[in-house]
C-alpha cells in the first residue's frame, strides 16, 4: 500500500504516521482542529454573529471546521458577546430531521460525559460559562446538551485542546497582531476566519505574518470553504490535502523519466573518454 487517507484525532493519526512512514509509505492526515474566527472593531457585527453561531453550534460542536474560539477586539467584545448570547437563546435542540432544528444531538454518551469533564476543567482554570453549560437529562431520549459560552483568558491549557462539543471560547484582544498571536498558539491548524473591514488587514492575515492554518478565510466561517479548495491543516493538523485542483497528485507515485535517443552521453563534468 502506497498511500493511507486518515481522517480523525491527533492521537489516532500520530500512531498511524509513525508505522506508515516506517516503511516509507505516504499519508494524508486530517486530524484535530482548534478553529478561531477573529473579529476587528471594523467588522460588520451582524454578519460575524451569523457566522460564529453556525460555525459553533451546527453539528453540535462535532465538526473539524466547528469554530472553537472568537478572538474579539476589546471594544466590541461586550457588543458581540450580548449579541451571540441573544442569538443563542433562539436556538432549536432536538431531533435534527425535524425541520426547525438548528443543533442535534451529541454521537454518544461518552461525547456527554466528555463536555462535562471539559467543563470541569474549564472552570478550575479559571474559565466562566456565561451561556449554556447543561446536559439536557431525558431529553428527547437522546445524548443532548445545551451549547454552551465561555469566557476564559487565551492562554488555559484547556483552550489548547479540542473539545469535540458545543463549547465556545471568548477572548479578548487588543490589536490585529495579539489576534493573530493568540490564533496560532494552539498547536492545530487547520481553519480560521477574520472578520473586518480593513484591505490592510486582510493582506496581512493571508500572508506569511498571518494565520498558520491551512485554510484562511475572511468575512465568512471558520467551516465555510471553497469547494474547489484544498482541504486541510497545518502542525497537529497532519499537513494533509483533500480536494482542490492537486489534490490527486498525493495519490499518485511520482517518475522522473529522461530518454536519450541519440548515441552520445552528455556529461555536466564534461569528461572526456576520448
Known amino acids: ?3 493511507i487517507s486518515f481522517t480523525g484525532s491527533t492521537s489516532v493519526g500520530t500512531r498511524i504516521s509513525e508505522i506508515v512512514h516506517r516503511r516509507f509509505g505516504r499519508t494524508i492526515l486530517e486530524l484535530g482542529g482548534n478553529n478561531a474566527i477573529i473579529v476587528m472593531d471594523d467588522a460588520e457585527i451582524d454578519l460575524a454573529v451569523r457566522s460564529i453561531l453556525f460555525a459553533a453550534v451546527g453539528t453540535a460542536g462535532q465538526r473539524c471546521t466547528t469554530c472553537r474560539r472568537v478572538i474579539a477586539h476589546e471594544k466590541i467584545y461586550d457588543t458581540i458577546l450580548s449579541k451571540l448570547m441573544n442569538a443563542y437563546k433562539s436556538i ?3 431531533d435534527p430531521l425535524k425541520e426547525g432544528t438548528l443543533m442535534g444531538p451529541l454521537h454518544t454518551k461518552n461525547a456527554v460525559r466528555d463536555y462535562e469533564e471539559g467543563l470541569k476543567v474549564i472552570k478550575s482554570q479559571g474559565g466562566k460559562v456565561v451561556f449554556g453549560g447543561n446536559v439536557l437529562k431525558d431529553f428527547e431520549g437522546g445524548n443532548f446538551v445545551e451549547p454552551t459560552i ?4 487565551h492562554d488555559a491549557p484547556i483552550v489548547k485542546e479540542e473539545l469535540f462539543a458545543p463549547v465556545l471560547y471568548f477572548i479578548k484582544c487588543k490589536s490585529l497582531d495579539e489576534a493573530i498571536e493568540f490564533n496560532n498558539e ?3 491548524g487547520l481553519s480560521s476566519s477574520l472578520f473586518t473591514t480593513n484591505q490592510s488587514a486582510i493582506f496581512k492575515w493571508t500572508g506569511p505574518f498571518g494565520s498558520d492554518c491551512g485554510i484562511v478565510n475572511v468575512n465568512i466561517p471558520t467551516n465555510g470553504a471553497e469547494v474547489g479548495g484544498a482541504f486541510g491543516g497545518e502542525k497537529e493538523t497532519g499537513g494533509g490535502r483533500e480536494s482542490g485542483s492537486d489534490s490527486w497528485k498525493q495519490y499518485m507515485r511520482r517518475v522522473t523519466c ?3 535517443y541519440s548515441k552520445d552521453l552528455p556529461l555536466a563534468q564534461g569528461l572526456d573518454f576520448s
Open 1 to 3: 500500500m502506497l498511500l
Open 150 to 153: 465561555v469566557e476564559i483568558n
Open 186 to 188: 494552539v498547536p492545530q
Open 258 to 260: 529522461t530518454i536519450n
Open 92 to 94: 432549536r435542540i432536538g
